[in-house]
């Protein structure tokens, strides 16, 4: 298992929607194990493979950041079977750091997709597992907590970050 380094908002990868996995191989246990160390490392409660820049489909999420290996979620080409409802919190993303937004996200969310062993899994999700669903899933199909901000909000945050991108300074202050 290895630390990867956690790509920032510019990079082409995190901007794009990413591949499904096709096939269940050791490159992706690999990967998806990385990703656990990788997020356990940062501290996250989430990552998704764009992060490290490969782009596929593939999110990690643990509320508990290791203290309770029961709570890892891995999952391969998730998508939503149902979302209900509406709440508005602050989300944080490694890939952004340093930055704040309150998207509006579903209450609660049901989730389908593949565990390593390429059984089909199914997850339900309210209120913080619902938003890191959400943000994770929004992270393979290209989309950042910024692209959801309201256009005002979004612009202003967009302008800052085009400086950091320009400046590649993303040591926070
Ligand atoms: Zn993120």
Redesign the pocket.
């Known amino acids: 298992m290895a630390i990867r380094s956690i790509v920032k908002y510019g990079e082409p990868v995190l901007h794009a929607p990413s591949e499904p996995v096709k096939n269940i191989d050791g490159p992706i246990v690999a990967l998806v194990n990385d990703m656990v160390e990788t997020m356990y490392a940062a501290p996250g409660i989430?990552l998704?493979a764009p992060?490290i820049a490969v782009p596929l489909r593939v999110i990690v999420i643990d509320l508990s950041v290791g203290e309770d290996k029961g709570q890892l979620i891995r999952l391969l080409n998730p998508e939503f079977v149902e979302k209900e409802g509406e709440q508005t919190h602050e989300e944080g993303?490694?890939?952004v750091p340093g930055y704040g937004g309150s998207p509006v996200r579903p209450t609660r969310v049901t989730v389908k997709g593949l565990d390593l062993e390429g059984k089909e899994r199914v997850y339900e999700g309210k209120d913080l597992l619902a938003r890191a669903f959400c943000?994770e899933i929004d992270?393979i199909d290209g989309l950042?907590?910024v692209d959801r901000l309201s256009p005002l909000k979004r612009d202003l945050l967009k302008r800052k970050l085009k400086k950091r991108v320009r400046d590649q300074d993303w040591e926070i202050e």
Request: glycine letters at 10%.
């Open positions: 989430g998704a992060q993303c490694l890939s943000h992270h950042l907590f």
